[in-house]
């Protein structure tokens, strides 16, 4: 088994235009992606689907089967008030998650991945896990019941730290709770690889930042190649999604970093 690469619908968001000639949408991500860039699926960024109704989604599901590039991980990059503790919180990520559920349902996607805000405050870090757990935990079976796994990714506040996103994974309990880490997500190289490490044998997809590329060709982050040889080296072996948060041509770009990371896949 190897790894999949895999992008992200906010990596191509500056190329979109539904008024050019001809328009250009997220509809047409899906061939764009296989047929452009060589990537195998997508991770849907659930901030693009704004306004959609189920037709939508379906057209989009339909789009992604023909090209053989389908929706993988429907991702809410909005933290979700899990810890807050209070019943307005409560019911706003209810609503919000059952909605974000459907959606990656009908989109066809099998996993939906999250961001818990739990800042601890006035509580302490335990008492907060607990609250997020607590909260989480309550919406599994919907989640189950519609066949998806939920992906836990870090975020500020506690969860930033490994060791408590592990924890909050553990305290929800099951086999369809996971994590997404994310690499060059801002932190220090050693902080992603100790991140690496230790959500590895939790993680549903991983998410790895590329930004933009010199002229001969060295990306401008940490180095791609020695990022997929850590992910192999710690276990980890399905889906590794580019998201391109560069300023460049994103095409370029995400050409050049799908040649590097494929390249360093094969020498394996």
């Excluded at 939906?112 to 509580?123: F, I, K, Q």
């Excluded at 997500?185 to 902080?191: I, L």
């Excluded at 850590?230 to 994103?250: A, E, H, L, Q, S």
């Amino acid at each position: 088994m190897s790894l999949l690469l895999t992008l992200t619908t906010a990596s191509l968001q500056s190329m979109l235009d539904p008024k050019a000639d001809p328009p250009r949408t997220l509809l047409d991500v899906p061939d764009y992606v296989i047929n452009s860039l060589d990537l195998r699926g997508l991770n849907i960024n659930a901030s693009l689907l704004s306004g959609w109704g189920v037709d939508d989604l379906d057209r989009l599901r339909d789009r992604a089967d023909k090209a053989a590039c389908p929706c993988l991980v429907l991702f809410e990059e909005e933290p979700l008030p899990f810890g807050d503790g209070d019943p307005e919180s409560a019911a706003y990520c209810k609503d919000r998650v059952e909605r974000l559920a459907f959606a990656a349902h009908r989109l066809g996607c099998n996993a939906l991945a999250l961001r818990c805000r739990a800042d601890a405050g006035g509580v302490g870090e335990e008492e907060m896990i607990e609250r997020a757990a607590e909260a989480i935990r309550a919406l599994m079976s919907g989640i189950e019941h519609l066949e998806l796994n939920l992906l836990l990714a870090q975020s500020d506040g506690i969860t930033a730290d490994p060791d408590r996103l592990t924890e909050l994974i553990k305290k929800v309990g099951g086999f369809r709770i996971g994590a997404m880490p994310i690499f060059g997500s801002g932190a220090k190289e050693e902080d992603d690889l100790d991140r690496l490490r230790k959500l590895a044998p939790y993680a549903g997809a991983i998410h790895v930042c590329v930004e933009k590329f010199t002229a001969k060709g060295k990306h401008k982050g940490f180095d791609l190649a020695e990022a997929v040889s850590t992910i192999r080296r710690v276990g980890y072996m399905n889906t590794v999604t580019i998201d391109y948060v560069g300023t460049g041509d994103p095409s370029k770009d995400i050409l050049t970093a799908r040649d590097q990371m494929q390249a360093a896949i094969d020498a394996e």
